[in-house]
């Protein structure tokens, strides 16, 4: 069992930048993948971005690449989302996300095993 915990989510102005951090609990954190989501209201939730677990693979969605990086701390169980030039349109509850086959990079919220509970981000023009 694992259990997330997202913070670093708050109102930030277009063109900002928020690092979203994911702390979990238990000693084999370093062994899932990771991702994040986002679902805005009245949308789908949506992969961001998502992680193999030892950071050596990573994935971006089209929207975000360039602007946005995920990257990871076995040491601390936590993963990252640093989000650069935020845009209105990015806001939205952002979750972490992790899958048991950790080898893998992984991009359908079905393929994940645990969430957290998110954290808004929101962005204002």
């Known amino acids: 069992q694992v259990q997330l915990v997202e913070s670093g989510g708050g109102l930030v102005q277009a063109g900002g930048s928020l690092r979203l951090s994911c702390a979990a609990s238990?000693?084999?954190?370093?062994?899932?993948?990771m991702g994040w989501f986002r679902q805005a209201p009245g949308k789908e939730r949506d992969i961001v971005a998502a992680i193999t677990w030892n950071g050596g693979r990573t994935y971006y969605a089209d929207s975000v690449k360039g602007r946005f990086t995920i990257s990871r701390d076995n040491a601390k169980n936590t993963v990252y989302l640093q989000m650069n030039s935020l845009k209105p349109e990015e806001a939205a509850v952002y979750y972490c996300?992790?899958?048991?086959?950790?080898?893998?990079?992984?991009?359908?919220?079905?393929?994940?095993?645990?969430w957290g509970q998110g954290t808004q981000v929101t962005v204002s023009s």
């Open positions: 996300a992790a899958g048991l086959v950790g080898s893998r990079l992984l991009y359908r919220d079905r393929d994940y095993d645990y």
């Open positions: 238990g000693r084999t954190f370093s062994s899932y993948a």
